[in-house]
């Protein structure tokens, strides 16, 4: 979990002991109902940014943006249906050095990125870790007006860690 989310648990957390605090040490004074009133509406406001909170920490994927460079552990790529109208995903189970846990991604469905995972994936069978890098796209992307640049994903091979020697 990180400082952001810790903080942020803390606050949806304080926030309303905090109100209902206000309230009872306000309770005597003649806008006691106005301040009632208040903290009824927008304590549930708190409770739904809680449960949006633990939603990210519960393993479902993240919308987040990948890091830059990560370990991929693995992948599930759901292709767009036409006839659902369904826009297709792709979940990356990942792993970087700075988290114990591995963390799921999802992104929206790309057909390179969907080859890229495929190649990817032949490689992880052959048993060669895989480790992801994501690039900007390029500067010279002749893309429409309108339309998104697309963030790069490439894949190699992960270097092979060597043992120290025993001396």
């Known amino acids: 979990m990180s400082a952001i989310q810790t903080v942020a648990i803390t606050l949806v957390y304080l ?4 109100l209902i605090a206000l309230l009872l040490a306000t309770q ?47 992948f599930d790529i759901s292709e767009p249906d036409p006839n ?13 050095g700075d ?4 963390r799921v991604h999802r ?3 790309r057909k390179g990125l969907h080859r890229e995972l495929v190649a990817a994936g032949q490689r992880q069978a ?23 640049r697309q963030e790069i994903i490439r894949f190699k091979d992960t270097a092979n860690r060597t043992l120290p020697s025993k001396h």
Do not use: K
């Not at 926030?15 to 905090?18: F, I, K, W, Y």
């Not at 870790?129 to 893309?143: F, H």
């Open 126 to 148: 052959q048993g060669r870790p895989q480790t992801g890098i994501r690039s900007p796209p390029p500067a010279s992307d002749t893309t429409a007006p309108g339309t998104d």
């Open 15 to 18: 926030l309303p002991v905090a």
């Open 107 to 109: 992104l929206a469905y």
């Open 28 to 74: 005597s004074r003649p806008h006691g109902r106005w301040l009632l009133t208040t903290v009824l509406l927008v304590l549930p406001l708190f409770y739904i940014g809680h449960y949006l909170l633990l939603q990210g920490m519960q393993g479902w994927p993240s919308n987040m943006a990948l890091p830059q460079q990560f370990q991929l552990l693995a």
């Open 99 to 102: 988290s114990e846990q591995p």
């Open 84 to 96: 659902t109208d369904e826009p297709g995903q792709i979940l990356l189970w990942t792993h970087t």
